[in-house]
């Protein structure tokens, strides 16, 4: 079966550390570019990161610049999702998405960013 | 990056036609054929209903149709059907390697 299964989510402290991870299985995910895209609590779908098919290019929203990093690793078909210096904003379900029409989604892991 | 905007609600009857606007700017929407829609039920993965404006991906009813004008690009859901409740949204490519979404729209089936 074709999809895309998220993990590493998890209740964490302002200014700390997650990283997620995104399983592809049923298709390649090298020469596939990918993205992350989150969902706050009763908010609508906001566009996070972007990366190439080989990890060479990769670009971020201007509320993640400088504190997220998207890198994959195409030999264990997992897309990656570094996430440091949380804030409180950033509780949100993550989801991972394929290519730049978003034609394939995980279900999301949650996120929560509290004290 | 600010977000497209759709209206917050939608309502049709069974077998009525709908149609949700997503309106950005000459930055994204009007400068890029690369609008796509999603239907997302709460709890489930989004899925993909239109890409690249118009482009129906495989296993899409043709119910389901897309179009834009200048600024702004639509959704229109003919025939409606009660498993077309959900949340709509839309997405635009928006230069520079990014992307934007619109704000959401519900759609309800009276």
């Known amino acids: 079966e074709v999809q895309l299964v998220e993990s590493g989510g998890g209740l964490v402290r302002p200014g700390g550390s997650l990283r997620l991870s995104c399983a592809a299985s049923g298709f390649t995910l090298s020469g596939v570019w990918m993205h992350w895209v989150r969902q706050a609590p009763g908010k609508g779908l906001v566009w996070v990161s972007r990366i190439n098919s080989d990890g060479s290019r990769t670009v971020y929203a201007d509320s993640v610049k400088g504190r997220f990093t998207i890198s994959r690793d195409n030999a264990r078909n997992t897309l990656y999702l570094q996430m440091n210096s949380l804030r409180d904003e950033d509780t949100a379900v993550y989801y991972c998405?394929?290519?730049?029409?978003?034609?394939?989604w995980g279900q999301g892991t949650l996120v929560t960013v509290s004290s | 990056q600010s977000a497209l905007t759709q209206p917050a609600s939608v309502s049709g009857s069974p077998g009525q036609s709908i149609t949700i606007s997503c309106t950005g700017t000459?930055?994204?929407?009007?400068?890029?054929?690369?609008v796509s829609w999603y239907q997302h039920h709460p709890g489930n993965a989004p899925k993909l209903m239109i890409y690249e404006v118009t482009k129906w991906p495989s296993g899409v009813s043709t119910r389901f149709s897309g179009s834009k004008s200048g600024n702004t690009a639509s959704l229109t859901i003919s025939g409606l059907q009660a498993e077309d409740e959900a949340d709509y949204y839309c997405s635009s490519y928006a230069g520079s390697d990014t992307f934007v979404f619109g704000g959401g729209t519900k759609l309800t089936v009276l």
């Open positions: 000459s930055s994204d929407v009007g400068s890029y054929n690369l």
């Open positions: 998405a394929r290519r730049d029409w978003f034609d394939l």
